[in-house]
């Protein structure tokens, strides 16, 4: 499996990375396990708080720097991936603030005697991760494990493997010892290797439903815990009261943000009769408003693709669509740069026939979907095997309220597209997966709850 950076804007092969050997996974390992029997007990926690402090710092101050890896990685935009480094830093900031208060032991009163409950480590986590959020991807993991005294080894995206490393390299310069986060570029018959190992405890996974299959199958084979990630294919409904320009405004960030890759990107836009027709301008307006180019101008506002497969993986689906009764109100044309750009792209008329009624497409592809009556829209969004996210936009709240319990999801926002803080739980239900990251439950993942129970005589 080959390891390498190749520049989605030029095309350019710049970095490449001799894979892993088996002896090099067995000095991870070891030393990983020796830090979790250091850790298992709360030892060291003070000393984890301050390294996690140290690392938000050297984010802040390096932000630039390793924005720039993340978008020679895969493109996106520089301010995008500026962005994505301040929110990293976040997590160190609201993780260091609340390790003490969710690893403090929890009381238990009962008519037959008092306990408590410890929550300690478990061992050591295997994280496969993928390349549209670099930085972000490994830190939602990583932080509240390493305080949680998990160490963690990292299998990173082939096509991301420079700002991987950098992350290690980062939590290592920040004062962290051997052993708490490895970057391995492994193949996947390593990585079954390493979950099969009885030092690891824990597998977690963000990518696709199939990547999500392959992973969950090693873990479930040996016993060991997962949370899975896995693709969306979000809902946007909008109420039939919406105010149309509060709508605009967001359309861009709800569906082009990162190219469109985000797995909870609002992918299908369900649309009350009254409005579609002026939506639809809305939504050419601005899509054929953006600017493809440099994702290092940061005047661009469209960048391209991660890879030359996903772009042809994406193109692929678009014709599917089409074959099968889509209709194309803007976009799929080809597009005269060098890089991986793909045209911003509309699509209406997708029957429940359609296969790709039911794919999730990773870029910047809009289906619109035309309802009468909010039961019909609560019914499309949820005709999905996904339960990733969804938005619900509406004037009236509580309205919008209602809506958004009844869609089988793990996240729903109000009147926003997607958003990702270190105290919002993150993640899906069906075929997004299982589990959850970030915020308490996030912590929570990988701890053993161990019960101490003094019945009295
Ligand atoms: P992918 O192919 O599943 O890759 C994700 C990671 O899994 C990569 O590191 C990949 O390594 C690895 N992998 C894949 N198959 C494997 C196997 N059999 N054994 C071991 N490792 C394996 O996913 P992708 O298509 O690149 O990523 C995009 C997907 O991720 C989308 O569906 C998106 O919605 C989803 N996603 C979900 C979330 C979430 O939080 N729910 C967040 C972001 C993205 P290689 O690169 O070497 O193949």
Same mark, same amino acid.
């Given at each position: 499996m080959a390891y390498q950076t190749?520049?989605?804007?030029?095309?350019?092969?710049e970095h490449e990375y001799q894979q892993t050997t088996d002896e090099e996974i067995e000095q991870t390992l070891t030393a990983a396990h020796a830090l979790y029997l250091k850790w298992?007990? *709360?030892?060291?926690l003070a000393e984890r708080k301050q390294i996690i402090t140290r690392l938000g710092e050297l984010l802040r101050e390096r932000k630039h720097e390793l924005a720039t890896i993340m978008t020679h990685d895969m493109g996106k935009l520089i301010g995008e991936s500026e962005g994505e480094v301040e929110l990293c830093a976040s997590f160190c900031d609201y993780y260091v603030e609340h390790a003490d208060q969710y690893l403090a032991p929890t009381p238990i009163y009962t008519e037959s005697g008092n306990g408590y409950v410890l929550h300690q480590a478990t061992g050591i986590l295997m994280a496969v991760e993928p390349w549209n959020f670099p930085f972000y991807q490994i830190a939602r993991v990583f932080i509240p494990n390493f305080l949680a005294g998990n160490p963690m080894v990292l299998k990173d995206a082939s096509n991301c493997p420079t700002s991987a490393q950098a992350f290690a390299d980062l939590v290592k310069e920040a004062?962290?010892?051997? *052993?708490?986060l490895t970057n391995l570029f492994v193949s996947y018959d390593q990585v079954g290797a390493i979950i099969a190992d009885k030092r690891v405890q824990g597998v977690c996974l963000t990518g696709s439903e199939r990547g999500g299959q392959a992973v969950a199958t090693e873990a479930a084979k040996n016993l060991k815990k997962s949370t899975m990630e896995l693709g969306g294919n979000d809902a946007f409904i909008v109420l039939p009261d919406a105010d149309i320009d509060e709508l605009a405004s967001i359309i861009y960030s709800a569906r082009l943000y990162n190219a469109g890759q985000?797995?909870?990107?609002?992918?299908r836009f369900i649309i009350p009769d009254n409005l579609y027709d002026e939506f639809l301008e809305r939504a050419k307006e601005i899509f054929s408003s953006v600017k493809m180019g440099d994702?290092?101008?940061?005047?661009?506002?469209l960048a391209p693709m991660n890879s030359e497969k996903a772009k042809r993986k994406l193109q692929k689906q678009v014709d599917l669509a089409i074959a099968n009764g889509a209709k194309v109100v803007y976009g799929n044309q080809p597009v005269d740069?060098?890089?991986q750009f793909f045209m911003p792209t509309i699509l209406t008329?997708?029957?429940?026939?359609?296969?790709?009624?039911?794919?999730?497409?990773?870029?910047p592809v809009m289906s619109v979907y035309k309802y009468h009556d909010v039961q019909e829209a609560i019914d499309i969004a949820n005709d999905s095997s996904y339960g990733l996210g969804n938005t619900v936009f509406a004037k009236n709240v509580s309205e919008a309220r209602k809506v958004a319990a009844q869609i089988d999801t793990g996240m729903s926002w109000i009147n926003s597209g997607w958003a990702s803080l270190p105290e919002l739980p993150f993640g899906g239900v069906k075929h997004s997966g299982y589990g959850r990251e970030l915020a308490e439950q996030g912590f929570r993942s990988f701890i053993n709850d161990h019960l101490v129970y003094e019945p009295e005589n």
């Amino acid at each position: 499996m080959a390891y390498q950076t190749i520049n989605p804007y030029t095309n350019q092969v710049e970095h490449e990375y001799q894979q892993t050997t088996d002896e090099e996974i067995e000095q991870t390992l070891t030393a990983a396990h020796a830090l979790y029997l250091k850790w298992r007990n *709360g030892g060291e926690l003070a000393e984890r708080k301050q390294i996690i402090t140290r690392l938000g710092e050297l984010l802040r101050e390096r932000k630039h720097e390793l924005a720039t890896i993340m978008t020679h990685d895969m493109g996106k935009l520089i301010g995008e991936s500026e962005g994505e480094v301040e929110l990293c830093a976040s997590f160190c900031d609201y993780y260091v603030e609340h390790a003490d208060q969710y690893l403090a032991p929890t009381p238990i009163y009962t008519e037959s005697g008092n306990g408590y409950v410890l929550h300690q480590a478990t061992g050591i986590l295997m994280a496969v991760e993928p390349w549209n959020f670099p930085f972000y991807q490994i830190a939602r993991v990583f932080i509240p494990n390493f305080l949680a005294g998990n160490p963690m080894v990292l299998k990173d995206a082939s096509n991301c493997p420079t700002s991987a490393q950098a992350f290690a390299d980062l939590v290592k310069e920040a004062g962290a010892p051997e *052993g708490s986060l490895t970057n391995l570029f492994v193949s996947y018959d390593q990585v079954g290797a390493i979950i099969a190992d009885k030092r690891v405890q824990g597998v977690c996974l963000t990518g696709s439903e199939r990547g999500g299959q392959a992973v969950a199958t090693e873990a479930a084979k040996n016993l060991k815990k997962s949370t899975m990630e896995l693709g969306g294919n979000d809902a946007f409904i909008v109420l039939p009261d919406a105010d149309i320009d509060e709508l605009a405004s967001i359309i861009y960030s709800a569906r082009l943000y990162n190219a469109g890759q985000v797995c909870t990107s609002s992918k299908r836009f369900i649309i009350p009769d009254n409005l579609y027709d002026e939506f639809l301008e809305r939504a050419k307006e601005i899509f054929s408003s953006v600017k493809m180019g440099d994702p290092m101008d940061p005047s661009t506002t469209l960048a391209p693709m991660n890879s030359e497969k996903a772009k042809r993986k994406l193109q692929k689906q678009v014709d599917l669509a089409i074959a099968n009764g889509a209709k194309v109100v803007y976009g799929n044309q080809p597009v005269d740069l060098e890089g991986q750009f793909f045209m911003p792209t509309i699509l209406t008329n997708i029957t429940k026939d359609n296969p790709i009624f039911d794919q999730e497409m990773f870029g910047p592809v809009m289906s619109v979907y035309k309802y009468h009556d909010v039961q019909e829209a609560i019914d499309i969004a949820n005709d999905s095997s996904y339960g990733l996210g969804n938005t619900v936009f509406a004037k009236n709240v509580s309205e919008a309220r209602k809506v958004a319990a009844q869609i089988d999801t793990g996240m729903s926002w109000i009147n926003s597209g997607w958003a990702s803080l270190p105290e919002l739980p993150f993640g899906g239900v069906k075929h997004s997966g299982y589990g959850r990251e970030l915020a308490e439950q996030g912590f929570r993942s990988f701890i053993n709850d161990h019960l101490v129970y003094e019945p009295e005589n």
